[in-house]
């Protein structure tokens, strides 16, 4: 959640009311509401229409087989799987502190943005400016 904050933040929305420490799931950020969930659940809530759009890994769209219009792929979260031990890493600093090497890459892996496929026609312009923000 902390990538997507700081590319909401450098967009230019005001993040200072999300605070990781609370319970609360659902947070009002100028014309956004953010509903905040575990990775693999937001491309079903995006397909279903629970949300018109998400910030979230390329695998979990790919895992979850949902139906879903991705139409940007973030700067972070750049990571990729490595074989026999299938391990997911951002950085490599785990592989090299344990002397591990990465023999091949199943999948690359990078964030992205997904919008419901119903909202990309309803709610077109509240998307593209979305759009447009978040790619700064």
Known sequence: MDDALRALKK???NVSSVSQKTRELIFDLQNYRI?????IDVPKYVEMGTADC????SDCITESMCDVYEPISLKFALVGLSDV???ITESGETIRKN????IDTVMDI???VI?????????QKTLENFAKIIKK
């Open 115 to 123: 919008f419901n496929k119903t909202s990309v026609r309803t709610k």
């Open 11 to 13: 967009s230019g929305i």
């Open 99 to 102: 002397n591990l090497k990465i």
């Open 110 to 112: 990078t964030a992205k």
């Open 54 to 57: 998400g910030i979230v890994g």
């Open 35 to 39: 509903l905040s969930c575990k990775p």
């Open 85 to 87: 031990i299938v391990d």
